[in-house]
């Protein structure tokens, strides 16, 4: 399974970005969006199961950052919005074979991707 991240830049606190994950299967998982500030662990951001649309959310994250897929394109997205500078980091997209809700963590994920920087300035 390939994963191809994209939509990663620069932006103001406050302002918006929207990742994209694109795949290579038409096999359903559940996609995952994790990330990696420096000197910090990777941590989960937001997961969704290809076949219902459940999802799930960081706390902090919840009411700022949306993740929705597009079964047609086969690709997965994360809506950041009222982007904060902590919210500066290399961000992966991933997918686990489970398809169960809730929170992933690293060893969960069975496939990964190149990330895409995200930096917020202040």
């Known amino acids: 399974v390939q994963l191809q991240a994209s939509g990663g830049g620069l932006v103001q606190a406050g302002g918006s970005l929207r990742l994209s994950c694109a795949t290579s299967?038409?096999?359903?998982?559940?996609m995952a969006w994790f990330r990696q500030a420096p000197g910090k662990e990777r941590e989960f951001v937001a997961a969704?199961?290809?076949?219902?649309?459940?999802?799930a959310y960081a706390d902090s994250v919840k009411g700022r950052f949306a993740i929705s897929r597009d079964n047609v394109k086969r690709t997965v997205y994360l809506q950041m919005n009222s982007l904060k500078p902590e919210d500066t980091a290399v961000y992966y997209c991933a997918a686990d074979r489970n398809l169960v809700p809730g929170v992933r963590e690293v060893r969960d994920m069975d496939y990964w991707g190149e990330g895409t920087q995200v930096t917020v300035s202040s």
């Open positions: 299967t038409r096999t359903y998982y559940t």
């Open positions: 969704i199961i290809w076949s219902g649309g459940t999802t």
